[in-house]
């Protein structure tokens, strides 16, 4: 007898079906906006913090419910309506059932975790074995499912979170081309800066960083190769952690490099931020890099919060970062007397003598990582997933060139597809360098020297002019030591420049999460840069 109830599988291939349709309906880069800003309703759980939600629920003010009902609402007025942000890429359609689920729990046996009936949007790079689908937003992954929850998705759930949505990245993480607009993806359209809406939001988490900055979730989860998460926190005016490769494991993560890749938190305040890291990090046997992080895991990140963090801190300066952008350079020299005022030691100037010196060997490394990761990755998919390997889609790229390259083309995934195997001396010669360049003889040699505890430097310059034409135009940033060392960082906002923001980035050496939050909760505390966005459709140049 056939039952009239589809299966989980009917549900998922119903789900695809839909999905497909809707990705491969016209897809627009948006006319940019003009004349008057839009005007966006008020919203009550403006910038409200983790801790205020919990309280909210506790008191029975809100619900889980009510607060995804609230938080759906807001995507729908100012996400796909209102100035059409454009940063969440697609919801979760059992995000109210879910909730209910989570309010139910809390009255029977007390709440899951820190993050119980928390809203939370993370990138669409990131698997979830739901009725979403994850497809680095591309349309040659619309359709495929998951079979079982990435670590972090699990992570999450685990912990009581509802993943209200996915939000748009830069398609493939900005790794597809070298002419790409970021924020831009062929399944999501082109994400817009809350803050000047004609601006970029950066990339390749630019939706989770518009996202939350815009209140359209509690928190947010990025990922980073170089940049990704640090790029857009600074840029849309949040707090953004790029932990040290392993502290999150990269299992069910659409990848890029195995060296460099890494999730972590984007979040309104460093203390949200603090949480939400705890509950992503841990060891997983799927991803080998996390062993190391075994007996570096801290019980809980929010007990380096401390108002007094910078006191007898030692800061290094890395002025090769500086220089860019004069209103940047301003804003950093307030924030190095910020810290001077809050007791720390500032050492100026503390430079990585090898920074720049791995230009064509970071590219190497991407490039043969991303054809030997990508092609494992898309290998495990299963019958659902219309491409199993780089090559496949480069193909399907082509097919649908116009719906897929209307504005850049897809260079870098033709030279990565040229690549040897890992075990080619190229790759492994290239490997060594940069990891000696930026480890021991960059960053951990400079702290030596110094005798630091951190460095810091500008996160990026303000938000440039999308331009689907010439692609990005971003002038600088101190993303590149870290990243390529797998070492930490974390943005803070550090102020503005014509009503954009611009971020102050706290880095040093692996496991030094704890050191960095204390630091960056400290500056946070002291100089409250943080303002939620106006949804301006021109910058303000008389500010």
Same mark, same amino acid.
């Given at each position: 007898?056939r &039952?009239?109830?589809?299966?989980r =599988?009917g549900l998922?291939?119903a ?6 349709a809707?990705?491969?309906?016209? #897809?627009h880069a ?7 800003? $839009? ?5 009550e ?6 801790? +205020?939600?919990h309280?909210? %629920?506790e ?16 995507? +729908?007025a ?8 454009r &940063?969440?890429i697609?919801?979760n359609?059992d995000a109210?059932?879910?909730a209910?689920a989570l ?5 029977v046996?007390?709440?899951?975790g820190?993050?119980?009936?928390i809203?939370v949007? #993370?990138?669409?790079n ?7 689908m994850t ?6 992954l619309?359709?495929?499912? =998951?079979?079982?929850d990435?670590?972090v998705a699990g992570?999450? @759930? ?6 209200? !949505?996915? $939000? ?6 900005n790794i597809r081309s070298?002419?790409s607009?970021s924020?831009w993806?062929g399944?999501g359209?082109?994400t817009?800066n809350p803050?000047v809406?004609? =601006?970029?939001a950066?990339?390749?988490? *630019? ?20 940049? *990704?998460i640090?790029?857009?926190?600074s840029?849309?005016?949040?707090v ?5 490769v392993g502290l999150i494991?990269?299992?069910? #993560? #659409?990848?890029i ?8 938190p %984007?979040? =309104?305040?460093v203390?949200?931020a ?6 992503l ?9 996390t062993?190391?992080a ?6 809980d ?7 007094? !963090?910078l006191? !007898? ?7 090769k ?6 209103a940047?350079d ?8 910020a810290?001077?005022k809050l /007791?720390a030691t ?5 430079d990585?003598e090898t ?5 064509e060997t +970071?590219?190497l ?5 991303l054809?030997s990761?990508l092609n494992a990755?898309?290998?495990?998919l ?11 889609v ?10 897929e390259?209307p504005?850049?083309?897809q260079e870098?995934?033709?030279k990565? +597809?040229?690549?040897?195997p890992l075990?080619t001396?190229?790759y ?9 360049? %930026?480890r021991?003889?960059g960053i951990?040699?400079? %702290? ?7 460095l810091v430097?500008?996160s990026?310059?303000p938000?440039?002019?999308t331009d689907?034409?010439? /692609?990005? *135009? ?5 993303a ?7 070492y ?8 503005f420049?014509?009503?954009l923001?611009?971020g102050i980035?706290?880095?040093g @050496? ?6 960095l939050?204390?630091?960056a909760y400290?500056?946070?505390?002291a ?6 966005p ?5 910058a303000?140049?008389?500010?």
């Amino acid at each position: 007898m056939r &039952s009239n109830k589809l299966s989980r =599988r009917g549900l998922l291939q119903a789900s695809a079906v839909t999905g497909i349709a809707a990705a491969f309906a016209p #897809i627009h880069a948006s006319a940019l906006p003009v004349g008057q800003p $839009t005007q966006v309703p008020t919203f009550e759980l403006d910038e409200s913090t983790i801790a +205020e939600l919990h309280h909210g %629920m506790e008191s029975g003010r809100f619900t889980a419910r009510s607060l995804a009902e609230i938080y759906l609402s807001r995507i +729908e007025a100012i996400d796909k309506g209102g100035p059409g942000l454009r &940063s969440v890429i697609e919801t979760n359609p059992d995000a109210l059932s879910i909730a209910g689920a989570l309010d139910k729990e809390r009255k029977v046996s007390g709440p899951r975790g820190p993050l119980h009936g928390i809203p939370v949007l #993370i990138k669409d790079n990131i698997d979830t074995a739901d009725r979403m689908m994850t497809t680095a937003g591309s349309l040659a992954l619309v359709g495929a499912t =998951r079979a079982k929850d990435s670590f972090v998705a699990g992570k999450l @759930r685990q912990a009581g979170a509802l993943i209200l !949505g996915k $939000t748009n990245p830069s398609e493939w993480a900005n790794i597809r081309s070298t002419h790409s607009t970021s924020g831009w993806s062929g399944r999501g359209g082109l994400t817009r800066n809350p803050y000047v809406l004609n =601006r970029n939001a950066c990339g390749s988490s *630019s939706g989770s960083g518009a996202g939350v900055s815009a209140n359209l979730c509690a928190a947010a989860v990025g990922t980073e190769t170089n940049g *990704s998460i640090v790029c857009p926190s600074s840029a849309n005016g949040v707090v953004g952690i790029k932990p040290t490769v392993g502290l999150i494991s990269r299992s069910g #993560i #659409i990848p890029i490099s195995h060296t460099q890749d890494t999730a972590g938190p %984007m979040c =309104r305040t460093v203390r949200d931020a603090a949480i939400l890291l705890g509950v992503l990090a841990g060891v997983d046997p799927e991803d080998s890099a996390t062993l190391a992080a075994r007996d570096r895991l801290a019980p809980d990140y929010t007990k380096s919060l401390s108002p007094d !963090g910078l006191r !007898g801190a030692r800061i290094g300066v890395v002025r090769k970062y500086f220089g860019f952008h004069a209103a940047v350079d301003a804003l950093m020299e307030q924030s190095l007397d910020a810290m001077k005022k809050l /007791g720390a030691t500032i050492v100026d100037p503390a430079d990585i003598e090898t920074i720049g010196k791995t230009g064509e060997t +970071e590219l190497l490394v991407l490039l043969y990582e991303l054809k030997s990761d990508l092609n494992a990755y898309l290998a495990r998919l299963g019958p659902s997933a219309p491409v199993h390997s780089l090559k496949e889609v480069i193909a399907f790229n082509e097919r649908f060139r116009e719906k897929e390259m209307p504005y850049f083309g897809q260079e870098l995934f033709l030279k990565a +597809e040229a690549k040897g195997p890992l075990t080619t001396k190229e790759y492994r010669d290239a490997l060594e360098t940069n990891l000696r360049l %930026m480890r021991a003889e960059g960053i951990d040699a400079t %702290m030596d020297k110094f005798k630091l505890d951190a460095l810091v430097g500008p996160s990026g310059g303000p938000a440039w002019l999308t331009d689907l034409v010439n /692609g990005d *135009s971003d002038l600088g940033g101190s993303a590149g030591a870290a990243a390529i060392g797998g070492y930490p960082s974390i943005s803070v906002p550090a102020g503005f420049v014509f009503g954009l923001p611009v971020g102050i980035s706290f880095f040093g @050496r692996a496991w030094s999460e704890q050191t960095l939050i204390k630091l960056a909760y400290s500056f946070e505390q002291a100089t409250r840069i943080r303002k939620p966005p106006k949804f301006l459709p021109t910058a303000d140049l008389q500010t």
